[in-house]
T-cell receptor
C-alpha cells in the first residue's frame, strides 16, 4: 500500500517570498505519478503540478516547481513570489492503479499555507 | 469546458430522509469518483466508476448508494444517514487508463445530517 506523508500541518509566508512544502511517500512501484493539489477556502480542489517518476527533470508551472528525489521518495513543492491567492490547503498525492482501468489518488494529510500581506 | 458541477451546494437532512447528490461533467471523461472530506482532512475515496461501471467501493456503508446513469452523470443516493456522515462530498472525473490523467474536482456538496 502507498502512503503519503506531509509533516507540516501549517505554514505561513510573507507575500512575494518563497516557501517550500514537503512531502514524502512510500511505494514499491517503479512507475507512478505524483501530484500537488490546492484547495482554497472556497473548497474547489485544483491541480497545481504533476511529476512522472521516470522523468529526472523536475516539473515547473510558472511560480510552482517541485524538487523530486526519487531515491529518497521525496516530492517537495516550492512556491516562488507568493501571492495572497496562494492561501490554501495543499495536498500531496500519489496515484496508483486500482484495477479495471481505474486509478486512485492517495492523499497526504495536507499543509495549510497562509500568505501574509 | 473543464468544469465538474455538483448540486446542491448545501444539504441539510434528517436521519430518516432520502436525498440525492448530483454530479455532472461534459469533458468526455469516463471515470468518475465520489470522495468524502471531513474538515481539515484530505478527501477519502468512496466509489469509482469506470466506463459507467462500479469498479471500486471502498467499504462504504449501504446507506450510500452510487449510480452512474450515463457517462456524464453521477449520483449519490443517501438514506438513513448518521450525524457522523456530515461532511463535504466531492465529485471528480478523469480519463481512465493512464497514470498521468489528472482528476478534475467539483466544488462539493456540504451535507449536514441532523
Amino acid at each position: 500500500a502507498q502512503t503519503v506523508t506531509q509533516s507540516q500541518p501549517e505554514m505561513s509566508v510573507q507575500e512575494a517570498e518563497t516557501v517550500t512544502l514537503s512531502c514524502t511517500y512510500d511505494t514499491s512501484e517503479s512507475n507512478y505519478y505524483l501530484f500537488w493539489y490546492k484547495q482554497p477556502p472556497s473548497r474547489q480542489m485544483i491541480l497545481v503540478i504533476r511529476q512522472e517518476a521516470y522523468k529526472q527533470q523536475n516539473a515547473t508551472e510558472n511560480r510552482f516547481s517541485v524538487n523530486f528525489q526519487k531515491a529518497a521518495k521525496s516530492f517537495s513543492l516550492k512556491i516562488s513570489d507568493s501571492q495572497l491567492g496562494d492561501t490554501a490547503m495543499y495536498f500531496c498525492a500519489f496515484i496508483s492503479y486500482s484495477g479495471a482501468g481505474s486509478y486512485q489518488l492517495t492523499f497526504g494529510k495536507g499543509t495549510k499555507l497562509s500568505v501574509i500581506p | 469546458d473543464t468544469e465538474v458541477t455538483q448540486t446542491p451546494k448545501h444539504l441539510v437532512m434528517g436521519m430518516t430522509n432520502k436525498k440525492s447528490l448530483k454530479c455532472e461533467q461534459h469533458m468526455g471523461h469516463r471515470a468518475m469518483y465520489w470522495y468524502k472530506q471531513k474538515a481539515k482532512k484530505p478527501p477519502e475515496l468512496m466509489f469509482v466508476y469506470s466506463y459507467e461501471k462500479l469498479s471500486i467501493n471502498e467499504s462504504v456503508p449501504s446507506r450510500f448508494s452510487p449510480e452512474c446513469p450515463n457517462s456524464s452523470l453521477l449520483n449519490l443516493h443517501l438514506h438513513a444517514l448518521q450525524p457522523e456522515d456530515s461532511a463535504l462530498y466531492l465529485c471528480a472525473s478523469s480519463q481512465p487508463g493512464q497514470f498521468s490523467y489528472e482528476q478534475y474536482f467539483g466544488p462539493g456538496t456540504r451535507l449536514t445530517v441532523t
